[in-house]
């Protein structure tokens, strides 16, 4: 059989303690790799970046000692989905953190060449793309690629929205908790020139429990409203213990489920 979508993972193993690949990631992964047979998507995982370079040196911004590897991990993402786009027609990008419960389906989007991707909060005005969950044709991913090493690599070709948040994020003062510059935080620009073309989807939060999918779940409120069949965001730290409170819920809810 001829797999026209792929999904897509990708883990820098040398950033990670070897303890936690085989209590943490390696559990995760399997969900997914399960989940892609079971419905049909190739997968493909990916340990260290295809072509490496240092983001820090390309933005000219400080990230913490500890966060280095793990920045630059974040934009390799976007250069391990566009490597596939030549095989494949629609590819979905999955966090190597994300934990499958049952079968969960995407919701079928009219429109193939949008970017549907997640969300979680705002910097400042603008809504911050979350891409622990993201997938596109691969027209619109190789879009998003090139954009992305322009950005990188050509200073003067860099708008407003991206300026601003790069000099906000130099002098500490991205709001909402950030920090540093993400990959995420660098896509706010491309989702708001390209509105038209993308589709937020709203994670549930503490703060709006109300609100949100029913098929996808992040972060430390993930307990509190997940429910089977879903892609579960396993965020927080430490992941180990995050996990295992899920595999005791999910056993729990499995035995009370029996006498019903």
Not at 181 to 198: G, H, L, P, Q
Request: hydrophobic residues 35%; charged residues 20%; contains cysteine.
């Amino acid at each position: 059989m001829t797999h026209r979508r792929a999904v897509v993972q990708g883990l820098q193993l040398d950033n990670v303690r070897q303890s936690q690949v085989n209590s943490f990631w390696i559990p995760c992964m399997d969900t997914v790799k399960r989940w892609a047979k079971q419905n049909d998507w190739s997968y493909h995982f990916f340990d260290a970046a295809i072509n490496p370079y240092d983001v820090q040196t390309l933005l000219n911004v400080d990230y913490q000692t500890e966060d280095v590897k793990t920045r630059n991990g974040q934009f390799y993402k976007i250069d391990w989905v566009n490597s596939l786009c030549d095989q494949y027609d629609e590819i979905l990008w999955l966090d190597s953190d994300i934990y499958v419960w049952g079968n969960p389906q995407l919701p079928p989007w009219p429109a193939h060449d949008n970017l549907k991707c997640m969300y979680t909060h705002s910097i400042h005005a603008w809504q911050r793309p979350n891409f622990s969950i993201f997938w596109s044709s691969s027209d619109t991913l190789r879009e998003m690629h090139d954009w992305n090493q322009l950005m990188l690599n050509n200073p003067s070709e860099r708008g407003e929205i991206y300026s601003c948040l790069l000099t906000l994020a130099r002098h500490s003062c991205l709001d909402s908790g950030e920090r540093e510059f993400t990959e995420e935080i660098s896509f706010i620009d491309w989702t708001i020139t390209n509105a038209s073309r993308v589709t937020i989807i709203p994670y549930k939060t503490e703060e709006n429990p109300d609100e949100g999918c029913d098929w996808a779940y992040n972060g430390r409120y993930l307990l509190e409203c997940c429910t089977p069949d879903s892609f579960l965001h396993l965020c927080d730290y430490p992941k180990q213990n995050q996990l295992q409170r899920f595999l005791a819920y999910k056993a729990y809810f499995a035995y009370i489920s029996q006498g019903k």
